[in-house]
Each structure stands twice: as C-alpha cells, then as structure tokens.
C-alpha cells in the first residue's frame, strides 16, 4: 500500500480504497499485492523506468483509463520520483514509433488534459519554431563572414543557464560535439559553432590568422549569445579560445581549454606545414588515415572502428581551402607570453595519449594563466571529448557548477 500510494498519490488511493465492498475487497487486497508489492516492489528497476513502462505499455494496448490514472500520478508533485513534463514527452515521442502516431497522438491529448487539471500550463509554441533538441536550431550570423552554429536550449528551461560555446578541432565541426552538447544542455544553454572555412561557415579565399578567427568568435558571441560565454575549445577550438580571451576579454567569463598548446616546436610546425602541403597536392584524403591515428588511442581504433570512420569521414568532407586556411592560422600559435593576461577562471584537459598536443604543453596552459586548473583524461588521445565524452562531460560540468 506504500508503493501505491507512492506512485498514485493519497487522494486517488483513498477514493479507491474507499469503493471497497464485501463483493470487491479481497479483490483490492490482490492488487495491491500482487502489483504494487510483488511488481512495484522489487529494487531491479528504478521507479522512473518502471512509471515509462507503464505509460508505454497501456497507451500501445489502449488502455487509456490506466494510463491516465499513471500519467496522473507521475506528474503529480510528492508523489514518489514523478516524471517532469519533458520526461513525458520523450515517452510520447518514442512510444509513437513502437506503438504508433495515433497511440501517441492520443497519449498527447489525454497528457494535456490531466496536466491542465493540475495547473501544469505549457505556454504557445509554434510547431514551425520546433527543433530537435539532440541537435540544436540551426542558426547563422547576419554579418559576413557568415558563420553557422546550433544553439541548444537548457532542458531544465532555467532562463539565467550558463551559455557554454563548444569550439571544434581543425578537420571537424560543431557535430564532432553532439554528445557532450546533449550532456551539458540539461543545465546550460550550448552553441556549437563551425569555424570559418568547416561545416555550414563561409570559407575562406586565403590563409587565416588566429586574431581574424578570434574576431569570428567575438561577432557570433555578439550575435547569437549576446552575453559573455564559457568558451570551451579543443586543439584549434582551444588556440581561438587563447586569443579570443586575450584580444576579447569581456567576451569570455570562463575558459576550458582542451588538447591544445600555446605554441609548437619548430618540429610541430613543420609536420602541420608538411600537411597542409599534402592537401595541396592531393586533397584531404591524402593524410585523413595518418590524423586519426593522431585523434584517436590505439585501443579506441581497435574497438570503436564505426566512430573513427565516422570522423574521418567528416575530415575528409571539410573543404580543403577551408583547412588549409585554419592550419595557417594554427601553425603560427605563440601566445606563451602572453597567457598571464587571461584572467578569467580556466581549466586545461590533457589527453594521456595525446601525441599531438602532449601533457607538458597542457602544463605549459596551466602554469601561464592564473590559478588555472589541470585535469588528464586517462586513456584519451587528442580528440578526448569524442573518445570519452562522459569523462569530458563530467570534467566540465563541474567547472561550470563551480563557477
């Protein structure tokens, strides 16, 4: 009786509790038994899972009386590990596909009714404004160079939500961010911006400098933010970030800066100049092999091949003038003397695999900017937020939350 009244709420129990008779009580015991002690009752799964089963189960089999009955205790505040109106709703929308468009269509229906019964009042919102929220809307800049990005809206709909901008490698784009965006989103507002010359941006006639693509960061915070941003970048993302801080600082209120340096050794800018050289000559999937084996540790190769492919793919897609543009702009970094300057609270991420931009160029970060912190992903080569994005996720919603 404990776990019904937990999942159905007091007032629901007692009205039904209170039609027992003679001819139905034992009945009322068997129930409350059976189900909500012999079912609702075992620790296997936790009460949310079980409350999305239900609401699956008799919405595909037409049940409407139970489901709403369940509906109605899930939504209804103190009752046991409620669902939140999006909980219900992603329900809804998967249930459409398993158990059809019109079952859900139904659910949907009979969902508002019992949310207006209980003072839940989602306001107006065109479906033509719909976007899909593992993605982001889709938007570009009104000034030129014109520059495109997904904007992700806090799921906990909190209006003051940080605004985190996730800044790509050379070779990718905001996608190679999807599962950290989707992770930080809960409680942030998160851009995922493509860098001039990647993606959906307009690409660049002639090489680049890291000043004129700090400008680009500075315009699309003006323009699509329009507030200072935590700024989180990795390798090229985590270069313009550098600048960004420096150049622009009233931009910037925080900075996570990831797989990335302050400068190269003149070895380092003869490999990116050997490559850039390369793409001259024979295009992007000339050295797209060689740069996920920079990306990505060995053992990641070894088990995930569908993800490496999936970037390198994404590499070999990039415009090659548009990558030739931005590794110009890389090769030349020298802000070491200039790291001091940044005064805004930074984390630096290392890989400990990272061949490319290895551990004592991540300390060379965190001992240039004040108070930085250092933190290594084990087992993470150079694109660590794709081969861990849970370990890269929990690292920097942390640094959010502490802010």
Not at 172 to 180: F, T
Not at 297 to 323: I, K, M, N
Not at 346 to 363: C, F, H, R, Y
Request: with cysteine; aromatic share 6%.
């Amino acid at each position: 009786m404990r776990n019904r009244r937990a999942a159905l709420g007091d007032a629901w129990v007692d009205r039904s509790v209170a039609k027992a008779n003679e001819f139905n009580a034992e009945f009322q015991h068997f129930i409350t038994d059976y189900a909500w002690h012999g079912v609702w009752g075992r620790p296997g799964l936790d009460w949310k899972t079980r409350r999305i089963i239900v609401l699956a189960v008799t919405s595909a089999l037409g049940r409407w009386d139970e489901f709403e009955i369940h509906l109605r205790g899930a939504l209804t505040p103190g009752n046991a590990h409620t669902l939140s109106v999006e909980e219900v709703r992603e329900a809804l929308i998967q249930i459409a596909i398993y158990a059809g468009v019109p079952a859900a269509n139904t659910g949907f229906a009979r969902a508002l009714g019992i949310m207006k019964e209980l003072g839940i009042e989602p306001p107006p919102h065109p479906a033509t404004d719909a976007w899909h929220p593992g993605v982001g809307k889709s938007v570009f800049t009104s000034t030129r160079p014109k520059l495109h990005a997904t904007v992700r809206e806090p799921r906990n709909g909190h209006e003051d939500a940080p605004t985190v901008v996730l800044s790509h490698a050379l070779g990718q784009d905001g996608s190679m961010w999807d599962a950290v965006a989707n992770d930080l989103a809960a409680t942030c507002r998160v851009i995922c911006p493509d860098t001039r010359g990647h993606g959906r941006s307009q690409i660049p006639n002639d090489p680049l400098s890291l000043a004129e693509l700090a400008a680009d960061a500075a315009r699309l915070i003006d323009e699509i933010a329009q507030e200072p941003v935590i700024w989180v970048g990795l390798s090229m993302g985590g270069m313009i970030g550098q600048e960004l801080a420096i150049r622009h600082p009233d931009k910037v209120k925080a900075l996570v800066l990831s797989n990335t340096t302050s400068a190269y050794p003149e070895a380092g800018r003869a490999a990116i100049g050997q490559r850039i050289a390369t793409v001259e000559s024979h295009g992007l999937s000339a050295i797209s092999t060689g740069t996920m084996a920079r990306f990505f540790s060995e053992d990641f190769r070894q088990h995930q091949a569908a993800a490496v492919a999936r970037h390198q793919r994404l590499l070999e897609a990039t415009d090659p003038e548009g990558y030739i543009s931005c590794a110009v702009a890389i090769c030349e970094i020298d802000t070491t003397t200039q790291l001091n300057q940044i005064r805004v609270p930074t984390l630096v991420i290392a890989g400990e695999k990272d061949e490319s931009t290895p551990l004592d160029m991540a300390q060379v970060l965190a001992r240039g900017i004040p108070r930085a912190q250092l933190v290594t992903l084990s087992g993470c080569a150079h694109l660590s937020a794709a081969e861990n994005p849970l370990a890269f996720s929990e690292v920097v919603g942390e640094f959010v939350a502490s802010l």
